[in-house]
C-alpha cells in the first residue's frame, strides 16, 4: 500500500493542462480561464457622477448657501456640449459624464430650486461625488488570470471589460463504468439477489462540480468479454472511472481483463479508509482510476484523487481539498497504518471554534452517513488516541466548500 500523499501526486503528476477553447460569456460560468483577460477598454471611460444632483465648480462654492444659474442638463449617455462657467451649474444624474469646467457634484439633496436658480445649502468637498475616469480599471490592464475560475463576479468583470467571448480550458472528459452482475440502474427492475447501483449517478455529478464533462458507460457484467467491450467505450476520454471490482475476489475482473487491452499499472492499493483497493494507470492515452465499489468509497476516493485530477487538466493551481481545524467532541482510539476519512456532522462550539462529532458507525456502505455528513475528520496514519476536546483536521462538506 502506498500512502494518500503519494498517490494524490502521482496521479497529479500524469496530467497536464488540456487544450483551450473559445465560449461565450453565457456558456462561460465555472468554466477556466486558459489565459490571462486584459481590459479592452478604460471604466470608466471619463469622470461621470456618482449622484443625482448638480456639477458644479468648487471655487464658486467657498460659502454655502449659494446660488447658481442652471446652464443645461446632462442625462446618463449624453454630453453637456458647453462648459461650466462662474456662477453656473449644470443639471447632472448618476453615470453621467462630467461637463467641462465642472469638478464637483452637489448631491440634490443639498440643493433647492426656483426655476434655474440652483440655491446650495451645503457645499461638498472639491471633486465629492465624481468618480474619475479609469478608477475601476484601464485599457490593457491584466484583469483576470489565466487558472482563475469564472465565478458570476468574474463573468460580470469580463463583460465590463468588452470581453463577450473568453479562451477556457476544455472540460476534462469522464467516463464512467460500474461494474458487477449485483446491481442494477436506479429505475430498472431489480432481480432478486440485486441492489441499486448509486455509484455512476454520484460519480457523474461529483465530475460536473468539479469542471469535467462525465458520460455514463453503463454497468459491466462479471464477465471478461462483457466488462472488455464495455471499457472500449471510454475511447476518447481523458480518463475512465470504474466502481467495483478493484479488490481480489474472483469476480474482481478489473485489473486482469483491462491488462487484456494495454492497461499499465502504475499503482494498486493505498493505505486509506475507506477505499484500500485503488487502482491508478494508463490504457493508451486514457488514463485509469479504479475506484472501489462501496458508494462511501467510491465518493471519498473520487473527493481524494479524481477531484485534483480533473483541477490539474484544467490547470486550477489549488488542487488540494481544504483542511480545517475543529474540536472534537468524543474520543477515538489509536488509529492503524491507514489514513482515515471519518464521515462527521459539524456544529459551533461555546467560543464559536468548530466542533465536529463523528457517526458512530463507519460503514463504507452506509450512504446515509456520507449524506447526512457535514465533515470528514482525517486522520493520518497511527494518529495517536484523541481525547474529547483535542484539535483534529476535517475537511468540510457544507455549502461553499467542495462537495461529493
Not at 481590459?39 to 465648480?57: E, L, N
Not at 449517478?201 to 459491466?220: C, D, K, R, T
Not at 457484467?221 to 476520454?237: F, N
Amino acid at each position: 500500500m502506498i500512502p494518500v500523499a503519494e498517490a494524490i501526486q502521482r496521479i497529479t503528476g500524469a496530467f497536464d493542462p488540456l487544450t483551450a477553447e473559445t465560449v461565450s460569456l453565457a456558456e462561460a460560468s465555472g468554466r477556466v480561464l486558459a489565459e490571462d483577460v486584459l481590459a479592452r477598454t478604460t471604466q470608466p471611460p471619463f469622470d461621470v457622477s456618482a449622484m443625482d444632483g448638480y456639477a458644479v465648480r468648487a471655487q464658486d462654492l467657498t460659502q454655502a448657501p449659494t446660488t447658481l444659474k442652471q446652464v443645461g442638463a446632462v442625462p446618463a449617455g449624453q454630453h453637456f456640449e458647453g462648459e461650466v462657467g462662474a456662477g453656473e451649474t449644470v443639471r447632472i444624474f448618476t453615470g453621467s459624464r462630467v461637463p467641462s469646467g465642472a469638478d464637483t457634484v452637489v448631491m440634490q439633496e443639498n440643493t433647492t430650486t426656483e426655476g434655474k436658480q440652483i440655491t446650495i445649502i451645503k457645499a461638498p468637498n472639491k471633486g465629492q461625488f465624481i468618480r474619475a475616469g479609469g478608477l475601476d480599471f484601464q485599457a490593457g490592464e491584466v484583469g483576470l488570470k489565466a487558472g482563475q475560475r469564472l465565478t458570476p463576479r468574474a463573468i460580470g468583470y469580463a463583460a465590463s471589460m468588452n470581453h463577450p467571448w473568453l479562451t477556457v480550458r476544455r472540460k476534462p472528459r469522464v467516463a464512467i463504468l460500474a461494474t458487477g452482475d449485483e446491481i442494477v440502474m436506479p429505475g430498472d427492475p431489480i432481480g432478486t439477489n440485486q441492489i441499486v447501483s448509486s455509484n455512476s449517478h454520484a460519480l457523474a455529478a461529483a465530475v460536473q462540480s468539479y469542471g469535467g464533462e462525465p458520460f455514463n458507460l453503463g454497468i459491466a457484467p462479471d464477465e471478461r468479454q462483457g466488462l472488455k467491450t464495455m471499457a472500449a467505450g471510454a475511447r476518447g476520454a481523458d480518463i475512465l472511472v470504474t466502481t467495483g471490482g478493484a479488490s481480489v475476489g474472483d469476480h474482481d475482473l478489473v485489473q486482469s481483463v483491462l491488462g487484456e487491452i494495454g492497461l499499465e499499472l502504475d499503482f494498486w492499493k493505498i493505505a486509506m479508509r475507506p477505499g484500500k483497493p485503488l487502482i491508478f494507470g494508463r490504457i493508451g492515452d486514457t488514463r485509469l482510476l479504479g475506484l472501489p465499489g462501496n458508494p462511501v468509497s467510491a465518493l471519498v476516493c473520487a473527493l481524494i484523487f479524481l477531484r485534483p485530477a480533473i483541477f490539474r487538466m484544467l490547470g486550477l493551481a489549488d488542487s488540494g481539498s481544504t483542511i480545517l481545524p475543529a474540536q472534537i467532541d468524543c474520543a477515538l482510539p489509536e488509529n492503524d497504518e491507514r489514513q482515515d476519512y471519518l464521515r462527521a456532522t459539524l456544529q459551533r462550539a461555546d467560543n464559536g471554534a468548530l466542533a465536529v462529532t463523528p457517526f458512530k458507525r463507519q460503514d463504507s456502505s452506509m450512504l446515509s452517513l456520507l449524506a447526512n455528513s457535514e465533515a470528514l475528520i482525517v486522520r493520518p496514519p497511527f494518529d495517536p488516541p484523541v481525547s474529547e476536546g483535542d484539535t483534529v483536521s476535517i475537511i468540510p462538506l457544507a455549502a461553499g466548500f467542495p462537495e461529493i
